[in-house]
């Protein structure tokens, strides 16, 4: 019998390594995108990478590593000449003259040897049906590159967002997915493909160009993307009404990385079915669930969609009422996966993109999840350096109680202990304080229940104010 699967795609990465990053944050890059790739579906099968002091304007490579590169695709490496068009218009922002190979910054120049693909180190070169770019490319970019590869180009901005799109599924998600793509998608709009030409001239008696139906397109685009806003903007009033209800109630925010062990975390600590899988943004939406056994007053905690390096910012936008929870929280904890060489960088991306939105003022904890796979010396060393850091496994119940205390020990360390006395006759307000207090003690006497809690001071104040006249 013959499979009716359909093949696995194969990608191969071109990206160019600047001056100011080093070989190991390269290299780091360079894995994060594989998996990235690896999320949307496709299998990476080789990577192409230069040193120059740029990212070419033309075809990001010069043309000795644009042989290689399309030795990859079955293209013959050379960018396609075009010449200037006789009254050029102007909707295609991004074009101008010269669109041949780069060469004035590759790192030695090219030569002869690199104006020949150099030998795969296994010999041939595995087939890859897709480039994908380690940066965003202009649309210039990539229809040269897919001119020398005679393959499909994507940039890391496409992979991104097209992962977005497959792993939304609340409405509120899936809209500002949408937004994102159709954003991505207008500048990439262009003349030049079939119904492009002027539509029939308006005006008074017919005098004028009529518009473009490239010009109609970008419109209908951000028609679209007004429509999608709209509807978002009365999902994000019912989520701030939901919000309004939970204020005054504690609330952790999970942040973190993409793939930091957050929804494993938060499935740990609330007992939630939450979505836990090895893949880049598995989680998109906010879960709130209540800390697990639960504690008077309730606390709760949400897990947040994760960051990564070289996020659009346009998703940033999109995205930034997903992470409005982390906005409101009374606590955030950064978890970060401290068996990853490159959770420092990761942390810093975390606490500067909260920092765009305005969210990185709450108190907050550091998090060293999967602390299991780090060896004894490299636990010393992050206690060293991290020393007040939690370090954890969410996968250890110990550790994961150890947390738990930490948190709770957090929200009560400026609550009041106090007894308060209520009346028979107010006998129904004990259910409430036993709701949102926590109660140590309880007796009774001729004046009524006396209950010893612990709580917030607005929280007293406010069942005292209920009892006043009693």
Not at 128 to 157: C, K, Y
Not at 216 to 230: M, S
Not at 272 to 278: K, Y
């Amino acid at each position: 019998m013959h499979s009716t699967d359909t093949p696995q795609k194969t990608a191969v990465i071109a990206a160019v390594q600047l001056p100011d990053v080093s070989d190991a944050e390269h290299a780091a890059d360079i894995a994060e995108l594989g998996r990235l790739i690896k999320t949307l579906g496709y299998r990476v099968v080789g990577a192409v990478t230069q040193r120059r002091q740029t990212v070419g304007t033309a075809a990001i490579f010069g043309q000795g590593k644009m042989f290689e590169l399309a030795a990859y695709t079955g293209g013959t490496g050379v960018v396609p000449s075009s010449a200037p068009k006789a009254g050029k218009s102007n909707l295609d922002e991004d074009e101008d003259e010269g669109d041949g190979p780069d060469t004035a910054d590759d790192e030695d120049g090219p030569s002869d040897a690199q104006l020949r693909a150099p030998p795969h180190p296994d010999g041939a070169y595995p087939h890859a049906d897709v480039v994908v770019v380690d940066h965003e490319i202009s649309p210039r970019q990539g229809r040269n590159l897919e001119g020398a590869t005679d393959a499909e180009v994507i940039d890391r901005t496409n992979v991104i967002v097209e992962i977005f799109h497959r792993h939304a599924n609340t409405r509120a998600a899936r809209l500002q997915v949408e937004i994102a793509r159709l954003a991505y998608v207008v500048p990439r709009l262009r003349a030049g493909v079939k119904g492009s030409g002027d539509r029939q001239r308006g005006g008074i008696g017919g005098k004028g160009a009529g518009e473009s139906a490239i010009e109609l397109d970008k419109r209908k685009v951000r028609d679209r993307i007004a429509e999608l806003r709209q509807e978002l903007a009365s999902i994000a009033r019912d989520e701030d009404n939901r919000r309004s209800r939970r204020h005054g109630v504690a609330r952790v925010a999970l942040v973190g990385y993409t793939n930091a062990g957050k929804s494993s975390l938060m499935r740990a600590l609330t007992g939630s079915e939450v979505l836990v899988e090895d893949k880049l943004f598995a989680t998109l939406g906010t879960t709130v669930r209540a800390l697990q056994p639960e504690v008077k007053p309730r606390i709760l905690v949400s897990d947040t969609v994760g960051f990564i390096k070289k996020l659009p910012h346009d998703l940033v936008a999109s995205f930034k009422s997903t992470l409005d929870e982390a906005l409101e929280a009374s606590l955030l904890l950064f978890i970060v996966d401290c068996s990853d060489p490159s959770f420092r960088s990761h942390l810093e991306v975390t606490k500067t993109v909260l920092g765009e939105i305005g969210a990185d003022q709450a108190p907050s904890m550091l998090v060293l999840n999967k602390i299991d796979q780090v060896d004894d010396e490299g636990r010393v060393a992050l206690g060293l350096e991290y020393p007040q850091a939690i370090q954890l496994s969410a996968h250890d119940p110990a550790d994961v109680q150890r947390l738990r205390e930490t948190i709770i020990a957090f929200f009560e360390a400026d609550f009041d202990e106090v007894t308060l006395v209520v009346p028979y006759k107010k006998g129904a307000l004990v259910g409430e304080i036993y709701s949102t207090m926590r109660v140590l003690q309880e007796a009774f006497d001729g004046r009524g229940t006396l209950l010893t809690v612990r709580a917030p001071s607005a929280e007293i104040e406010r069942v005292r104010a209920l009892l006043k006249g009693a």
